[in-house]
């Protein structure tokens, strides 16, 4: 397979850059300063532990030797004979939003508000304002990244300071159709949210079928969420006796401890293709 779109997997630089700076500038950008205390629970209350793919680089060599056990056919990875793909399950532990339900799942209307409608409800702007803002990218509407920067510094709603953040988040993260612009699909995905809607199945299915094209074609860019990908791989080399306790804690976030264990980003494709193939600790896990 031709290795040009792995090349190109983005981790969306823009919006990791503005969170790094603002780290630098004010201590950490979840805790002080703007975000204080109230703000961050909101966010973690109603949106789970997502903004710590923020803190989650992409080791594109890891990915480039993962995305070789793809097989396109069945939707899964085949590590020598062991098949193993993410589950909705397991990406609802990964992300932890207590307030989303399993048994309720994202689906499109047919009949939804408009983009500019769903936009002003999110963020609370008025129509002027959003208008003025809403760029057409491709064959879809999208509102820039960094005027959705701009209002998270100054909201002065602290539920909508957070919904602001969340949608950058799913908008440039979790589903980053248009590099450093939020797609006008993610404001009516958004909106289940509210609902208690679990927006899972359509994250595992925006990744499986990326990879899928992505095989299929030998180039393009992979527009699922890499690092919660890379995340759920991580999970599966964890030492066993350490997670068997701490995973059915109401208290325990995988996805912070993931993004706090140390990793070398030298290890060559190579390495990680013949590590990825034995994958002794996958075969304990099944």
Same mark, same amino acid.
């Given at each position: +397979?031709?290795?040009?779109?792995?090349?190109?997997?983005?981790?969306? @630089?823009?919006?990791?850059?503005?969170?790094?700076? &603002?780290?630098?500038?004010?201590?950490? /950008?979840?805790?002080?300063?703007?975000?204080?205390?109230?703000?961050?629970?909101?966010?973690? /209350?109603?949106?789970?532990?997502?903004?710590?793919?923020?803190?989650?680089?992409?080791?594109?060599?890891?990915?480039?030797?993962?995305?070789?056990?793809?097989?396109?056919?069945?939707?899964?990875?085949?590590?020598?004979?062991?098949?193993?793909?993410?589950?909705?399950?397991?990406?609802?532990?990964?992300?932890?939003?207590?307030?989303?339900?399993?048994?309720?799942?994202?689906?499109?209307?047919?009949?939804?508000?408009?983009?500019?409608?769903?936009?002003?409800?999110?963020?609370?702007?008025?129509?002027?304002?959003? &208008?003025?803002?809403?760029?057409?990218?491709?064959?879809?509407?999208?509102?820039?990244?960094?005027?959705?920067?701009?209002?998270?510094?100054?909201?002065?709603?602290?539920?909508?300071?957070?919904?602001?953040?969340?949608?950058?988040?799913?908008?440039?993260?979790?589903?980053?159709?248009?590099?450093?612009?939020?797609?006008?699909?993610?404001?009516?995905?958004?909106?289940?949210?509210?609902?208690?809607?679990?927006?899972?199945?359509?994250?595992?299915?925006?990744?499986?079928?990326?990879?899928?094209?992505?095989?299929?074609?030998?180039?393009?860019?992979?527009?699922?969420?890499?690092?919660?990908?890379?995340?759920?791989?991580?999970?599966?080399?964890?030492?066993?006796?350490?997670?068997?306790?701490?995973?059915?804690?109401? /208290?325990? /976030?995988?996805?912070?401890?993931?993004? @706090?264990?140390?990793?070398?980003?030298?290890?060559?494709?190579?390495?990680? +293709?013949?590590?990825?193939?034995?994958?002794?600790?996958?075969?304990?896990?099944?």
């Amino acid at each position: +397979m031709e290795k040009g779109f792995l090349d190109r997997v983005e981790d969306n @630089a823009a919006v990791r850059t503005w969170s790094e700076t &603002t780290q630098r500038r004010k201590g950490d /950008s979840l805790a002080k300063g703007y975000w204080n205390n109230e703000v961050r629970q909101l966010f973690y /209350s109603n949106y789970g532990d997502l903004p710590y793919l923020l803190d989650m680089k992409v080791d594109k060599r890891l990915f480039r030797a993962l995305a070789q056990f793809w097989n396109s056919a069945y939707s899964y990875f085949t590590f020598g004979k062991v098949d193993l793909v993410p589950t909705i399950e397991e990406y609802m532990a990964l992300l932890r939003c207590l307030k989303i339900q399993v048994d309720k799942v994202y689906s499109k209307a047919i009949n939804v508000p408009t983009f500019l409608k769903r936009l002003m409800n999110i963020i609370g702007m008025s129509e002027q304002w959003v &208008t003025t803002r809403i760029k057409q990218k491709g064959d879809s509407k999208c509102i820039p990244w960094k005027n959705l920067k701009d209002l998270i510094l100054a909201h002065l709603d602290a539920k909508k300071k957070v919904d602001v953040f969340a949608l950058s988040i799913y908008g440039l993260f979790v589903f980053s159709k248009a590099l450093g612009h939020v797609d006008e699909a993610i404001t009516d995905l958004f909106d289940w949210l509210d609902k208690r809607v679990t927006p899972v199945p359509a994250i595992l299915a925006e990744t499986f079928r990326s990879l899928n094209a992505c095989r299929r074609a030998g180039e393009g860019r992979f527009i699922g969420c890499a690092q919660l990908l890379l995340a759920w791989f991580y999970s599966h080399f964890w030492k066993v006796d350490k997670v068997s306790y701490q995973v059915f804690s109401e /208290s325990y /976030s995988p996805l912070k401890e993931i993004v @706090a264990t140390p990793r070398r980003d030298d290890i060559s494709e190579e390495k990680w +293709m013949g590590a990825v193939g034995y994958a002794p600790l996958l075969v304990l896990r099944q």
